[in-house]
């Protein structure tokens, strides 16, 4: 009885989250003017998650969440924080049809998986792009994309860190 389920709209077809919506703003109003690493990256986990929510419902909107957690993990000097927050605005940027834009936010987020030596971040956005880049038409660069994926990830696996 006490968990708030979502309820479906006068339409019956999607479920009603105002409820979970409400619980994000909540939690971001707590965090807001917070100055340390920890509130910081309280405050970008829950920007995260919040975004990563929205996007079923807003594209736009989820996308301003997620672009507000990029200069969080600026501040914090959280290389990966901000990689890994890059692939999905690149999905929503691709999405809204800017291919070249979500290309060069995943090479960006490819050049700090490279520079902290994170290898499976690096194959996931290469992965990624070879996909986006299939969709539009171009198989040669696909494929070249999906191959060094691969041959790092056969490396990967080879040599753990």
Known sequence: MGDEQPTL??????????????RYE???AATRGAESDSALRERAAILYDFAAFM????????????????????QMDDARGKAET???IAKLT???G??????????QAIAIHEQIGNDWGKIDALIY??????????EER?????????TLMDTTQQHPG
């Open 94 to 96: 691709a999405e809204q």
């Open 98 to 107: 800017d291919v070249e834009r979500a290309l060069d936010l995943l090479n």
């Open 55 to 74: 996007e079923r419902e807003d594209l736009g909107y989820a996308l301003d969440l997620w672009n507000q957690c990029i200069p969080l993990h600026e």
């Open 9 to 22: 709209e006068s339409n019956g077809d999607a479920p009603d989250t105002t409820p979970t919506r409400a």
């Open 26 to 28: 909540q939690a971001l």
């Open 142 to 150: 696909s494929r070249d994309l999906w191959n060094q994926a691969t």
């Open 86 to 88: 890059l692939s999905p």
């Open 129 to 138: 792009m070879s996909f986006r880049v299939s969709e539009h038409g171009d």
